[in-house]
Every structure is written in structure tokens, then in C-alpha cells.
């Protein structure tokens, strides 16, 4: 099956122009990456999606927690959170190749619902992004979805059934108790999201720690351990990261100097954004947007994408 996937995945490629980069799809939430090297680690933002590696192999950083994924191993992450992640094998005669394919809270639901046999939550909270195999059921689920870019009139009416399937195996499968915390109303992790989605709305504000508890209908402390749980960050920690990623995208896309960037995402201080800046990041920040752009640069020059 990972040769199938493999021969798939570079066939689209080569139709869009060959090359290496992120390759969209006329499925708006599949993507398909394609690499020739290892990459430098990429702090961003990973949405509820599936993460599957073909070829390759990747690792990712969220909070203390590291997780490394390879070939025909999928990364699964239930909540929007800040995390590095890199591609460290792939060289130009095997290239790093995997694909993304975010996933539908609503429509998960609907069909952990129609389980008969619904895995059992598990009890304690963990990470929302953990690492699992790809069997051949869920292999011949995304292997299908490839092979719909080929049509896609056909696309608004196969593709619904079909992610419908994912999540079946996903929710049967041997994390079928962690994944279907995700679509649980009133879970911990919904609840915890409902918080999240209003750190990401209102990030360059000051939000205590009550203001998110009261979203989440949880106590304060209760609030903060299953947070950090999920996340491996506190809410604070959390809200960092997201000012300072949209700092660099001002920066990087928008050209904003730095004091520019520091206000428009919360910073008081120039100088207290640039000490925080440079610990996530680990440099400076006008040296890492001239790193970036150069990278950008570098990288576009040998990369075709799809409009």
C-alpha cells in the first residue's frame, strides 16, 4: 500500500509542475508535501488534522513533549495548538513525502454516534497530539482521495463518504479511545477548546485565568491542569506562542518592523517582545525574518505550488 501511496502522491505532483513544497489539492483541507532535504524546525500553528508520512520522516515539539513519526506512521493532533515541527529524512532520490487532511469535529461526531460498539474514552487527560500506525484500511482511505483529485466534479459527492470512513477507522481503531474524546459533547477537551478558540480570537488581550475557566465551565484550577494536560502549556505559555507566531508572519509577510509587530500583537515593550522572541525562536527577531525570507526565497526558487 506504501508504494501505491507513494506512486500517487508523485504522480499529482508531477502534474502540477513537479518540484518540492506544499502541493494544494482541489480538496480544500487535503494538501500533499513533498521535500528533497531535511528542513530547519518550523514553529507554527497545526490545526485538528491528520498527518500522514509516506515516505520520510518527521518529528514535532509541542510544550516539553516531542513526538517522531515515519514511514506509514500518521501524527494526529485533536486541538489548534503552537508546535515546531521538521522533516528529518529526505534526500533527492528519496524524497520526504506525506499529506495533511484536517479533520471535522461535527462529523466525527456523527459517526461515533452510529457506532455500535463505541471505543471507551480514555479516563486520564494526555496530549492532544499523539502518534499512531497507518493500516491498510485507513491507507486505502487516503489512497482513494488521491485518486478523486482526478475528477473533481466528483469530489462534493465521494469525498463526504469517504472522510466518513477515516473517522470510522480512526474511532475503531487502537486509539479509538483517545480520538473519540475529540468528538464527546461536553467532554474535557471540548471544553477545553471552547477556551482555546478564544485565546486565538482575543490573543493580544490580557485574559485572566477566571475569563477561560468561565468558558470552559470548569474551576480555575481544574481549568489550568486540564489545559496543560492537553496542551502541554499552560494558558499563559499558550497565549505566547500564539502572539509571537503572528508577530513573525507581520513581520516575514507583512514587513512590519519590530515595535510594529510587538504592538499589534499585545507587547507593551519592544524590548520585553525581543527576550521572549528570541527564546522560543532561539535568535533574534530581525535575524530570523532575514533567515526566513532567504529560506522562502531559496525554497520558492526550487518549489512549484498548485493556485
Not at 50 to 74: N, P, S, T, W
Request: proline share 6%; aromatic share 8%.
Amino acid at each position: 500500500m506504501s508504494s501505491s501511496l507513494l506512486t500517487a502522491a508523485s504522480a499529482y505532483i508531477e502534474e502540477q509542475g513537479g518540484g518540492q513544497g506544499l502541493f494544494p489539492t482541489p480538496i480544500e483541507s487535503f494538501n500533499i508535501v513533498r521535500s528533497f532535504q531535511a528542513m530547519m524546525p518550523m514553529r507554527a500553528l497545526y490545526r485538528p488534522s491528520l498527518c500522514v508520512v509516506i515516505q520520510g520522516a518527521k518529528e514535532i515539539h509541542f510544550g516539553e513533549d516531542r513526538l517522531d513519526y515515519g514511514a506509514m506512521e500518521c501524527l494526529v493532533v485533536s486541538v489548534e495548538l503552537p508546535a515546531t515541527g521538521r522533516i528529518v529524512a529526505a534526500s533527492p532520490t528519496e524524497p520526504y513525502v506525506g499529506v495533511t487532511l484536517d479533520l471535522d469535529v461535527a462529523t466525527m461526531r456523527e459517526v461515533l454516534e452510529q457506532l455500535g460498539e463505541p471505543p471507551i474514552p480514555v479516563a486520564n487527560s494526555s496530549p492532544c497530539v499523539f502518534v499512531g500506525k497507518v493500516d491498510e484500511a485507513l491507507a486505502d482511505c487516503v489512497l482513494r482521495l488521491m485518486r478523486m483529485l482526478a475528477t473533481p466534479k466528483a469530489i462534493p459527492i465521494l469525498y463526504p463518504s469517504v472522510m466518513r470512513e477515516v473517522y470510522y477507522w480512526l474511532l475503531s481503531g487502537p486509539h479509538g479511545g483517545e480520538i473519540c474524546k475529540l468528538a464527546l459533547p461536553e467532554s474535557n477537551i471540548e471544553r477545553v477548546v471552547k477556551a482555546v478558540a478564544m485565546l486565538h480570537l482575543n490573543f493580544a488581550q490580557t485574559l485572566r485565568i477566571e475569563q477561560l475557566a468561565e468558558v470552559a465551565r470548569m474551576s480555575p484550577s481544574s481549568f489550568h491542569q486540564h489545559f496543560k494536560a492537553l496542551t502541554s502549556m499552560t494558558p499563559l505559555q499558550f497565549q505566547k506562542q500564539l502572539r509571537l507566531l503572528e508577530a513573525r508572519r507581520l513581520m516575514v509577510s507583512e514587513a512590519a518592523n519590530v515595535a510594529e509587530a510587538a504592538y499589534k500583537v499585545g507587547y507593551e515593550s519592544a524590548s520585553q517582545f525581543s527576550r521572549e522572541y528570541s527564546r522560543t525562536f532561539g535568535i533574534a527577531p530581525k535575524q530570523d525574518v532575514l533567515n526566513q525570507q532567504r529560506l522562502y526565497s531559496e525554497y520558492a526558487s526550487r518549489t512549484v505550488q498548485t493556485a
